[in-house]
C-alpha cells in the first residue's frame, strides 16, 4: 500500500509544481495589472511607483522564486484590488463552492447511477429511451444556457426558487441542477453501458440460476462490477466540479471561488489568480490519489497486486 | 426639482431654428442673386449714353432691344422673386410642422413629468429599494483600487466628496460641503469645509480630518505610512497641507495645477473619518465603511449583497444642489448579477426593483410593458473612431499614411450613417455625435458648417481623389464594456466597405487593448469613449478634452515624437494652452477653437453616446440625472407606496 502510496504522492507534487509555475507564467502573459486599475490620469512615474510596490519591476526569476517561497508558506501576497490577503480572499469563498459541488455531486449520483442501472434492466423499454433521451438533450446543452431556462420556469414563471444568490436551501436546488445536468448524463449514460456489459457474463446468469432474488443479483453482484469503471470518472467528475463551477456560479451570482477567479483574470489580479488555480490543482490531485486508493477497496485483483 | 429628459429638450438644437436660418440663407442669396440684376441695369445706362451718337433707326432697334431685355430680365427677377417667395414658403411651412411637432413632442413630456411630479407626494419614505448591480466592489474603501470601481452600489451612496459637477468641470457650488480658492499667487489652494456636518459615526468634518484623508491617500498619514491608495496619482501635485483654522486646509502647489479642485474633491475623493479609520485600521474600513454620504452602510456579504440606510443627520435636504440630496427610500441594498440575463430574471421574478445597466437587446424586453418601464440615461461620453494621424508613414506598410490626408479622414465621416444605426440597431434614444462632445453641448458644435452627415457618393468621391480606393486597415474595438458593441461595430464597418475602404475589425478584450492603447501600442484606427461633458453645459469642454485624442491624453495616437501635422499642432497648442488656463470662460473659448478644428479636420469620425439603459418595476420613479459617468444614483430613486 505505501508503496504504491509514496510514488504517487510524490508524482503529485510534481504535478502541482508544473502547474503552479504555468499559471505563474501564464498570469504574467495576460497583461500588466497596473495598467488595468490605474487612474486614468496616472502618470508614467505614479504607474513605475505601483508596479515597484508589486514586485512587478523585479527579474522574472526573482519574481518567481519569491512567488515559489510563498507557496511554501502559504503566503500568496495580497489581492491587488482588494488589498485583503489573496488566501483569505480565496479560503473564505471555497466553501461555499465546496458547497454547491457537492450538492451537484450528490445530484449526479443520486440520479444518474439509479436511472443508468434501470435503463440497463430494461433496455428498449420506454423508461430506457426516455433515460437515454434524457442524457443526450442533457450533454448537449450549455451549463449556462440550462441554468437560464430554469431560473426562467421556476423563478420567473413559476415562483417556486429565488432567480440567484447564496441563501438557504432553495438557493442551491438551481446552480446544483445546473451543474450536475452533463454529470448526471454522463453517469447515467457510462452506468447503463457498464450494467449491459456486465449483465451479459456467465457469472450473473449463473447467480441469476443459483435463485438468487433480482435485486441481489443487480445490487451485489452487476452493479459492484461495474462501478469499477464509473469509479474513475465520478472522481474526475468530482474534481471538474469544483473547478468547472464558475460559469454555473457567474450565473447564478453563487459567491464562490470560480467567480473570483473569473473575475480576477478580467482584472489581472496575479495573487488571486495563483491561489485559485493552486487550490484547483489540489483539488485534482487529491480527488485522483483517491480515486486510486478506492481501487484497492472495490477491485481485490489489484488490492492483491499491491500487496504482493 | 430638475428633470433630465426636460433638460434634454431645452438644450437640444431646435431644428426650426436650423430650418429658419437655412430658409433665411435662402432668401440671401435670392437677394444677391437680384443685386447681381441690379448691376446689370448699370450697364444698361452706361449703353444708353453711347447710343446718343448712333443713328435713329440703330437707336429705335437698339431700344427696342433693350426694351425686350428689359422685360426679359423683369420677367426673370418676377420668376426668381416668385420661386424665392415659395421656398420661403416651404420653409417655413417645414419650420412650422417641426415647430408643432416639437410643441407636441413638449407637451407629452410635460404631461408625463407632471404626472410623476404629482406622483412624488405617493413616495414612501420607509421603502427599501433593492438594485441588481452587474458588478460588486471587492473592497469598500473608496480611495483603493478595488474600492473605487464600487460607486453604484456602495460609493454614491456611503461617501460624499468635497466638491460637485454641475457643468463637466467640478465647481465650488453653494450649499455644499465647502468651498475652494485659488491664492492670489497661485501658491496654494485652499478648502473651507462647512460647518456642523458629521460622518455617520458622529466624528466632525473638519479642516483636521480633511487634511488627514489626503495625507492617508498620499502616504503621509502616519498611523500606516504604508496605506496605498489608487488615488495617490491623483494628489501627486498635492505640496503641504497645513490646516488654517478649523475649517480651512491650504495644500500647497508647486507649479499651480489648474485641476486642483476635482483632484482633491471629485468624485472619486469620497471623505472618511479620521479618528475611526486610525483607531479600527484600515482593513476593518474597508469592511465597515463610515462615510458622511446620504446612506450609511449597514452589512456586506462579499459579492452578494450591500445594505445600506438613510442617514438621517445627513448635512442637506432632497432640494439641496447638485449631487448632494438626501435620500428617500429608508433602504438601499445592492444584489449583486454578474450574468445580465439573471439580472433581468430577478427582476421579472420580483426580487429586484431596479436591474443596472442592461443592453439593448434586455432592455427590449421590457418595453412597452405595464409591469417594467425603462429608464435611458446619457452617457457623458462619446464613441468614436481614433484615427492616427500623427504618423507619417504607416506603420504596418511602411508606405505614406493614408490618414494624413484629409480628404481620406473626411471620406471615413462622411461614409458612416450613425443615425441609421441608432435608430435602427440601438435603441434610438442615443446621441449621434459631431464632435467629442454631445449633441446638447452650447454652443452646439453642429452649428459648424459642413457636417459630415451621411452621404457615400461623397465618401467614395473624396477617397478617389485622393487616390485611397481599397485602403485596408484595421479597427481595433475594446469589447465587453459598451453597450451592444458587437452589433454596431459590423455595421460601422459595412459602411466603411461599402465606399471603398477595406475594413477589419479586431474584436479585443477590453483590459489588454486598454493597456495596448495607452500604452500607444495600437498604430491603427481603434474605437474609444472620449471627452465627457454635461448635457448643456456652459463650460463643458473643460473637461472633455482631458481625454481627447492628444499629446498627455490617456488613449491617443498621438506621442509627444510624433510628426505633427500642421493643424494639429494648431489644435495640440489650443489644447495645452487651455488645460493651463485657470480662467474657465477662457479655457472654454480655446477648447471651442480647439474643436472647430479637429472637426474640420476631422482628426476622428464621431459616432454617438451611448446610453445607459436600466429596468424598473413601475413604482420606481428616477428624476434626477446628474451628467457624471456614474449612471443612475440610487440615492434620488423614488419607490412609491403600494
Not at chain 1, 15 to 42: H, K, M, Q, T
Amino acid at each position: 500500500m505505501a508503496a504504491h502510496l509514496i510514488p504517487r504522492l510524490l508524482q503529485s507534487i510534481a504535478v502541482v509544481f508544473v502547474v503552479v509555475s504555468l499559471v505563474f507564467v501564464g498570469s504574467r502573459l495576460i497583461g500588466d495589472p497596473i495598467e488595468a486599475y490605474a487612474a486614468r490620469n496616472a502618470t508614467e512615474e505614479a504607474i513605475e511607483a505601483q508596479r515597484d510596490r508589486l514586485g512587478l519591476l523585479d527579474p522574472m526569476i526573482v519574481q518567481y522564486g519569491n512567488f515559489l517561497w510563498g507557496v511554501l508558506n502559504l503566503d500568496f501576497g495580497d489581492s491587488i484590488f482588494s488589498e485583503q490577503p489573496a488566501w483569505d480572499e480565496v479560503s473564505s469563498r471555497m466553501w461555499a463552492t465546496v458547497q454547491l459541488s457537492l450538492a451537484a455531486f450528490v445530484l449526479i449520483l443520486a440520479v444518474g447511477v439509479p436511472v443508468g442501472v434501470l435503463a440497463a434492466i430494461r433496455r428498449g423499454s420506454i423508461p430506457d429511451l426516455i433515460a437515454r433521451l434524457f442524457a443526450l438533450v442533457s450533454q448537449a446543452m450549455p451549463n449556462f444556457w440550462l441554468g437560464l431556462v430554469l431560473i426562467f420556469i421556476f423563478a420567473v414563471q413559476l415562483g417556486w426558487l429565488p432567480t440567484s444568490g447564496k441563501g438557504g436551501f432553495e438557493n442551491l436546488i438551481l446552480p446544483a441542477i445546473t451543474l450536475a445536468g452533463f454529470g448526471m448524463a454522463a453517469t447515467m449514460r457510462l452506468t447503463r453501458s457498464g450494467m449491459l456489459e456486465v449483465l451479459s457474463n456467465d457469472y450473473i446468469r449463473t447467480a441469476q440460476a443459483k435463485g438468487l432474488a433480482q435485486r441481489t443479483v443487480i445490487v451485489r453482484h452487476a452493479l459492484r462490477n461495474a462501478l469499477l469503471g464509473l469509479v474513475t470518472f465520478l472522481g474526475i467528475t468530482l474534481a471538474q466540479l469544483l473547478a468547472g463551477s464558475i460559469i454555473v456560479e457567474v450565473v447564478f451570482a453563487w459567491p464562490g471561488v470560480g467567480r473570483l477567479i473569473f473575475r480576477s483574470i478580467s482584472l489581472r489580479d496575479f495573487p488571486l489568480i495563483q491561489v485559485g488555480v493552486l487550490l484547483i490543482a489540489v483539488w485534482f490531485v487529491v480527488i485522483n490519489i483517491l480515486v486510486d486508493l478506492s481501487y484497492n477497496f472495490l477491485d481485490p485483483r489489484i488490492r492483491v497486486g499491491s500487496d504482493a | 426639482m430638475s428633470r433630465h429628459w426636460t433638460k434634454l429638450r431645452r438644450t437640444k438644437l431646435s431644428r426650426r431654428s436650423l430650418l429658419s436660418a437655412s430658409a433665411r440663407a435662402g432668401v440671401g442669396a435670392a437677394g444677391l442673386a437680384l443685386v447681381g440684376c441690379g448691376g446689370d441695369d448699370d450697364d444698361d445706362q452706361q449703353q444708353q449714353t453711347v447710343a446718343q451718337a448712333q443713328p435713329e433707326q440703330q437707336q429705335e432697334q437698339q431700344a427696342m432691344q433693350q426694351q425686350q431685355q428689359q422685360q426679359a430680365m423683369q420677367e426673370q427677377q418676377a420668376q426668381q422673386q416668385q420661386a424665392m417667395q415659395q421656398q420661403e414658403q416651404q420653409a417655413e411651412q417645414q419650420a412650422q410642422q417641426v415647430e408643432q411637432q416639437e410643441q407636441q413632442q413638449q407637451e407629452e413630456l410635460d404631461r408625463a413629468t407632471a404626472q410623476e411630479e404629482a406622483e412624488v407626494s405617493e413616495v414612501d419614505l420607509d421603502a427599501e429599494i433593492i438594485v441588481g448591480y452587474g458588478s460588486f466592489p471587492p473592497t469598500l474603501d473608496i480611495t483603493t483600487a478595488g474600492g473605487g470601481g464600487g460607486q453604484g452600489a456602495s460609493n454614491n451612496l456611503h461617501f460624499a466628496a468635497l466638491a460637485a459637477y454641475n457643468s463637466g468641470r467640478v465647481i465650488q457650488s453653494e450649499g455644499g460641503f465647502g468651498d475652494w480658492e485659488f491664492a492670489e499667487d497661485l501658491s496654494s489652494f485652499i478648502w473651507r469645509v462647512k460647518e456642523g456636518v458629521t460622518f455617520h459615526n458622529g466624528e466632525p468634518l473638519n479642516a483636521e480630518s480633511i487634511q488627514f484623508y489626503w495625507e492617508r491617500i498620499l502616504g503621509r498619514a502616519e498611523y500606516n505610512p504604508d496605506f496605498e491608495s489608487s488615488l495617490r496619482a491623483r494628489a501627486g501635485w498635492m505640496g503641504d497641507i497645513s490646516i488654517v483654522d478649523e475649517q480651512t486646509v491650504s495644500i500647497a502647489m508647486d507649479p499651480p495645477f489648474v485641476d486642483a479642485p476635482e483632484q482633491s474633491g471629485g468624485i472619486n475623493f469620497g471623505l472618511l473619518p479620521k479618528q475611526y479609520i486610525i483607531d479600527n485600521g484600515d482593513e476593518h474600513f474597508a469592511n465597515n465603511p463610515i462615510g458622511c454620504g446620504a446612506y450609511q452602510f449597514m452589512s456586506w456579504i462579499p459579492d452578494q449583497e450591500i445594505r445600506s440606510q438613510r442617514f438621517e443627520n445627513f448635512a442637506f435636504d432632497h432640494d439641496a444642489p447638485f449631487q448632494w440630496k438626501a435620500g428617500w427610500a429608508k433602504y438601499i441594498t445592492g444584489r449583486y448579477f454578474p450574468e445580465e440575463q439573471a439580472r433581468a430574471a430577478a427582476l421579472e421574478a420580483g426580487e429586484v426593483d431596479i436591474a443596472y445597466r442592461i443592453s439593448p437587446d434586455v432592455a427590449a424586453q421590457f418595453e412597452d410593458r405595464d409591469d417594467f418601464k425603462v429608464i435611458a440615461l446619457p452617457d457623458v461620453r462619446v464613441m468614436a473612431l481614433e484615427l492616427p494621424v500623427n504618423q507619417s508613414l504607416d506603420p504596418i506598410t511602411g508606405e505614406e499614411n493614408p490618414w494624413r490626408d484629409v480628404r481620406v479622414r473626411q471620406a471615413a465621416n462622411y461614409a458612416i450613417d450613425a443615425d441609421a444605426i441608432i435608430e435602427n440597431l440601438l435603441t434610438g434614444t442615443e446621441e449621434r455625435a459631431y464632435s467629442p462632445f454631445p449633441a446638447g453641448y452650447d454652443p452646439p458644435i453642429g452649428n459648424l458648417p459642413g457636417q459630415y452627415n451621411y452621404d457615400p457618393d461623397k465618401a467614395r468621391a473624396l477617397l478617389e481623389e485622393a487616390g485611397q480606393i481599397g485602403f485596408a486597415f484595421t479597427i481595433t474595438l475594446p469589447t465587453g464594456l459598451w453597450t451592444a458593441d458587437r452589433i454596431w461595430m459590423p455595421a460601422v464597418q459595412q459602411m466603411l466597405n461599402d465606399v471603398g475602404f477595406q475594413v477589419e475589425v479586431d474584436y479585443a478584450d477590453f483590459g489588454n487593448s486598454l493597456s495596448l492603447i495607452r500604452n500607444n501600442e495600437v498604430p491603427n484606427p481603434f474605437v474609444f469613449n472620449q471627452a465627457g461633458v454635461s448635457s448643456g453645459a456652459p463650460l463643458g469642454p473643460a473637461f472633455a478634452y482631458r481625454l481627447v485624442t492628444t499629446v498627455g491624453s490617456p488613449y491617443s495616437h498621438a506621442q509627444e515624437t510624433d510628426d505633427f501635422l500642421p493643424e494639429f499642432e494648431a489644435f495640440q497648442a489650443l489644447i495645452d494652452e487651455a488645460n493651463a488656463e485657470f480662467d474657465l470662460q477662457r479655457a472654454n473659448d480655446l477648447y471651442y477653437e480647439a474643436a472647430v478644428i479637429s472637426y474640420e479636420n476631422a482628426f476622428q469620425v464621431p459616432l454617438f453616446g451611448l446610453p445607459h439603459l436600466y429596468a424598473v418595476t413601475p413604482q420606481i420613479l428616477y428624476n434626477e440625472y446628474y451628467d457624471t459617468s456614474t449612471g443612475l444614483n440610487a440615492i434620488y430613486a423614488q419607490k412609491l407606496k403600494a
